[in-house]
């Protein structure tokens, strides 16, 4: 099966349009017409109504639910790019809004899947004395190994030293709880997606300084984050058709 031809009907995602010049340069040619493409490309997260009318069409798609394609999500080597993506915007939004350098600082990771990982490498480079908060027996081990000091999820109601709170994962982990014993100074970076990990009313009330860091890949890298979405299609492309 030859996929040339392809489209990308919801362009006014910036990340679409670099996806579609990154296609471009790899030798598959944008049509406008998506009944006359080989194949579509939808971004991330595909929303239902965006598979409207692609029954019969191969699509290549983010977080979505349709039979005749493929998630690009799930595929390792693209969600683990995304991933550092993540954690380099975080880190970028994190300077924008401290008034002190990240070298020192105590920042605490809850969760330590892959963008957890990623902000351990990068902080740890920046000279911040880490903390990792997880429930498995093999992160707890991966992160000490790498230099971070661990603690459990029970110990979030601890009293907690930490400069910058970091939240990755997407349960809500932060509540009264576990907020009431942060310093009133604490910066919380959440960025779990929607609804978050994170009781923002309750963060709101006692004053907390609290960042919504949804969507990043392409808040600070759309360019990059569009061409891994091309390069997700092309290699998808490869494996599955050639």
Known sequence: MKLKKFAVPFGEDKRMEYAKEYLEKHGYQYINSTQDADFVVLPVPAKKHMFSGLDDKLVFFGMGDFINGFDYMKYESYVLKNAFLTAEGAVTLLEENTPYSLFRSEILIIGYGRIGKALHKILRAYGANITVCSRSRESEADSVFNGARHIGFEDLRLENN?????????????????????????????????????????????????????????????????????????????????
């Open 162 to 242: 930490a400069d910058i709170i970091i939240n990755t994962v997407p349960h809500m982990v932060l509540t009264k709880p576990e907020l009431s014993v942060l310093k009133k100074d604490a910066i919380v970076l959440d960025l779990a997606s929607f609804p978050g990990g994170v009781d923002t009313l309750c963060a709101d009330s006692m004053g907390l300084n609290l960042l919504n860091g949804r969507a990043m890949p392409a808040r600070y890298s759309e360019k990059t984050a569009g061409y891994l979405i091309g390069e997700a299609v092309a290699d998808i492309i490869e494996e599955e058709f050639n």
